[in-house]
């Protein structure tokens, strides 16, 4: 049985996802003058760097079906996905008055497009288009990522007139390695006990930790980990699946819930994707710590559709993951538009295939407020695995 402690973790969480006010960033910033609040697109940015200077990292995911588009629609042509119209619509509506800047990480042209979009109406904010390499010699993709950061770094300096300590950004890297390590700690359970927490509830308990402190964060989970663990229920009748694509518009949590109600429980999932892009920890106590940041990130990314595969094809890395989790079969789970994501899906469908792997797919945007094809689609795909496989 799930109890109140564990109800009432969830719910703050949930309090965080609806909240487009972040008000909890405004609190967390007021505690002290110097404290500054940057947002961040998806997927990964390195978020000790921010810490390390005395700023709180903020997730900006859209606002899915909270928010009327009435302003964003006209900054963009009708065929590109959604996120990128939310987010200007919070911008427009004042929703980020509390910011002091933003993060735009290379993943696509429209973010791109939205950088440049924010830098031309939001004139008193800092932004930065954050280009990460797409060569992983350390003296190509490696050097240009330094200059990268050393250039960050350097304009985040002028936000609040903090000096980057290696001490202190050494610091930072073992608040995160611990968060890493907790969300992998639940994840265990969620993936060899999916009926402990269920989808809907994990992915609020992730999405809460780009919107908390590392630290509070750790706090949460810490709690939540041991009331999760505790929980004893029989499971259901379900196969295991891998839902995939959704790493930045996220998916509704309607249609998170719709797949887990039509007899999948997901064991992984890439919707919250940054928080697991590092599989393991980052070194701690180096002597030049953003060298490290750069290492691990040259040489120990997680895949994704955002990354140049080099010698290590996609489909194949995701026909691993489905091996080592056991999983029954792969959802392919897109925003409408997202080039990355649709690009890559013929070429990991292929690889699917060529391992029998079961596979499916469809496509979202972040307001979807209609399940019920999908319903039947997902609970389709279950039922196949279930009385043919
Ligand atoms: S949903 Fe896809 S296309 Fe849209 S901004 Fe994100 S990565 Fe780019």
Known sequence: MKD????SMIQTARDLFEDLSFEYASKWKSKDKSRRVIGFLPIYIPKEILHALGMLPVGIFGAGD????IKGDAYFQSYICHLPRTVVELALNGNFTGFDGFIFPSICDVIRNLSGIFKLQLKDKFVRYLDFPQNFQKNIGGE???SELDRLIADLQGLNGKKMEPKKLNDAIKLYNKNRQLLKDLREIKR???QNISAVDYY?????????SVEDHNDYLEKLIELVDKIDVMPEDKIKVIATGSFCEQPPLGLIKTIENAGCYIVEDDFQLGHFWFP?????????PLESLIDMYLHKSTFSSAVYEGDQPKGELLAEQVRDLKADGVIFCAPSF??????DRPLMEKALTKHHIKHTSFQYHENLGQFHVIKEQAG??????KLWE
């Not at 909270?66 to 588009?69: D, G, K, N, Q, Y």
């Not at 609020?204 to 908390?212: D, E, F, H, K, S």
Request: hydrophobic letters at 40%.
């Open 204 to 212: 609020l308990v992730l999405r809460a930790g780009n919107t908390m």
């Open 192 to 194: 060899d006990r999916p």
């Open 66 to 69: 909270r928010l009327p588009v």
């Open 280 to 288: 393991e920890d980052i070194p701690e106590n180096s002597s030049d």
């Open 4 to 7: 109140k402690a564990y109800a």
């Open 380 to 385: 389709t795909f279950a039922d196949m695995i």
């Open 144 to 146: 240009f990522y330094r």
């Open 338 to 343: 997202c080039d990355p994501a649709l690009l």
